[in-house]
């Protein structure tokens, strides 16, 4: 699979969305493989890393960020529960799991219905090695600054608003990751 021709299809060559969305994801799978390559004990699967990793955000279309030029009805934490409907439509159920489950450090069902996000209420959890690592390499570059990696510290800052669960889940992966 060539996860570049599924971009393709949603966005349009030469579009500003369609450069940050590339810059962004091309970074998040570079990070992915490297923690792949470090840890060979995890036993992750580096294509499926490399091309769920330039999936992960192809939802963010569908949002409104005018700040990233998304010009879409839906609020932005809605991007990873769309860009899964989208995977599982193009015949890809696994890669969608990872769209659905990288936003913050996963989302738990009662994170979801306590903060009351307006995205389906189950639990949108990393759970395969290949997720976690995903979801943790994400948490390292913003979309407004694609040309610098965030710090562990910056990173954690960027998860406070998602509170305690999200945060102990990222020390956890900075412990088993870096």
């Known amino acids: 699979m060539n996860p570049v021709e599924i971009i393709d299809k949603y966005y349009q060559e030469g579009s500003e969305l369609r450069h940050i969305l590339l810059t962004h994801s091309r970074s998040v799978a570079d990070k992915a493989l490297q923690i792949a390559d470090r840890h060979p004990e995890l036993k992750a699967d580096r294509d499926f890393l490399y091309e769920a990793a330039?999936?992960?955000?192809?939802?963010?279309?569908l949002t409104d960020a005018d700040g990233i030029f998304c010009k879409g009805d839906k609020p932005y934490i809605c991007h990873g529960y769309l860009g899964a409907d989208l995977m599982r439509n193009e015949g890809y159920p696994?890669?969608?799991?990872?769209c659905e489950r990288h936003t913050g450090a996963g989302l738990s069902l009662e994170q979801i219905v306590e903060q009351k996000l307006p995205v389906p209420h189950r639990e949108m959890l990393p759970v395969s090695i290949e997720e976690q690592i995903i979801c943790f390499a994400d948490k390292f570059y913003s979309k407004t600054r694609l040309d610098r990696e965030k710090t562990v510290e910056k990173a954690r800052n960027s998860l406070e608003k998602y509170g305690a669960e999200g945060l102990s889940r990222f020390d956890r992966w900075c412990e088993l990751f870096l």
């Open 54 to 61: 330039m999936l992960h955000d192809i939802g963010i279309f």
């Open 94 to 98: 696994r890669h969608a799991l990872v």
